[in-house]
């Protein structure tokens, strides 16, 4: 009997883990973040299920971006880029909750590689 009443406070306590969570964020979407220009950035995180978050990206402030958190306390959507500049920020609001995360560039990151036989060093002229 004790087994099955501990079970059953387990679950209980678990249900109400999401409901108190607040906002959170991957550590991918920060401050000093590039987001690509002219596309649909997918953003994602964790909140209070069934709560509403809205999303708005100081390059536009009109156009507000609503989902919905799941019953597994996650939530994802894609937000509108303007093309290259910046600094802008974004603001993630849950009911009176606010993140916000600043110092957002837009534009293209390119990562370059080759062998250590092609390396350049920086007195040599090309």
């Not at 019953?71 to 009176?96: E, M, R």
């Amino acid at each position: 009997m004790k087994i099955i009443l501990l079970g059953i406070a387990w679950l209980f306590a678990l249900t109400g883990i999401c409901q108190n969570m607040p906002i959170r964020l991957p550590a991918i979407i920060s401050d000093h973040a590039v987001l690509k220009q002219s596309s649909d950035a997918k953003l994602w995180g964790w909140g209070p299920s069934t709560k509403t978050v809205a999303i708005v990206g100081s390059w536009a402030p009109g156009d507000t971006v609503k989902t919905r958190v799941g019953d597994n306390c996650t939530w994802q959507t894609t937000l509108k880029t303007p093309k290259a500049g910046g600094p802008y920020s974004v603001k993630f609001i849950v009911d009176t909750s606010t993140t916000v995360v600043s110092d957002i560039l837009i534009g293209e990151v390119w990562l370059c590689s080759g062998q250590s036989n092609m390396a350049v060093p920086y007195t040599t002229e090309i």
